[in-house]
């Protein structure tokens, strides 16, 4: 374990940034080209991370959890399925996958033990139909730490609802996204067209949306989860009871 996840979850904030510092600069050139575009924009993708039997098993237990359980909470519901997943061996399965190729980048970015919490392990579907969401950020205080890795169970196309960030807009809270010319510039954002069993590693403080699915017959499943401090003002986390509090980053990475 590296010396910043051994630090007191009572450290400074300063101190943990100037730690997440000092490891970048020890870096290999490789990973720090990869790490890089993480802190800068505040999110990341990769392809081909889940083959597509494991997308087509996952999408099978998301539908499952349809037919079990309410939607939760989620901007402009109409036409949109937000329900928490059950921990199944495929689901653990892809999770797992995915976590070891983010891992580096987690260990700087959740770099004290107490930002590490597994709290959300859910899904989202947008169907034809649904509006475009409203800009928001799913958390607005500057020092704290919450992240979300989402894998893409079908391809994303322009019209099915694509996930939109502004790139870098996590490192300016105090400013609006709705009024100030920066968030405005179109060359900031980003529209998340991507293929199936891709994913997006995404900073909580990143201003998003997902976009109108305008399709005849396209949908958007995403299987999620979300890594943290558990105590945060604002987020609604979307998780099943009996996991909530329960798992953090590294009973997955094992």
């Known amino acids: 374990m590296n010396n910043s996840s051994q630090m007191s979850s009572h450290s400074s904030s300063e101190d943990s940034f100037q730690t997440i510092q000092e490891c970048r600069q020890k870096e290999p050139n490789e990973e720090r080209a990869r790490c890089d575009p993480f802190f800068s924009e505040g999110f ?11 997308c087509e ?3 099978n237990e998301m539908k499952s959890c349809w037919a079990n359980s309410k939607s939760d909470y989620i901007h402009c519901p109409k036409f ?8 199944t061996e495929i689901n653990i399965k892809v999770m797992k996958s995915v976590l070891s190729s983010y891992k580096s980048i987690l260990d700087k970015f959740l770099a004290e033990e107490h930002m590490q919490w597994l709290v959300e392990f859910s899904s989202i579907c947008t169907f034809p139909g649904a509006k475009g969401q409203q800009l928001h950020r799913d958390m607005s205080i500057q020092d704290r730490r919450l992240v979300t890795i989402f894998i893409n169970l079908l391809d994303v196309g322009e019209k ?33 067209t991507l293929p199936k069993g891709s994913s997006v590693l995404m900073d909580s403080r990143v201003v998003h949306s997902g976009t109108a699915n305008t399709s005849h017959d396209c949908m ?35």
């Open 57 to 59: 098993a996952v999408f």
């Open 160 to 192: 099915s609802g694509p996930l939109l960030v502004i790139a870098g807009s996590q490192k300016n809270i105090s400013e609006s996204h709705k009024s100030s010319p920066r968030f405005l510039a179109s060359e900031d954002y980003r529209v998340m």
């Open 44 to 54: 990341i993708t990769e392809q081909s991370m889940i083959s597509e039997s494991d």
């Open 80 to 87: 949109r399925f937000h329900v928490p997943m059950v921990m």
């Open 220 to 254: 958007r499943p995403v299987f999620y989860f979300s890594f943290g401090e558990k105590d945060i003002s604002g987020p609604t986390y979307s998780i099943r009871s009996e996991y909530s509090g329960k798992y953090k980053l590294n009973d997955f990475c094992n």
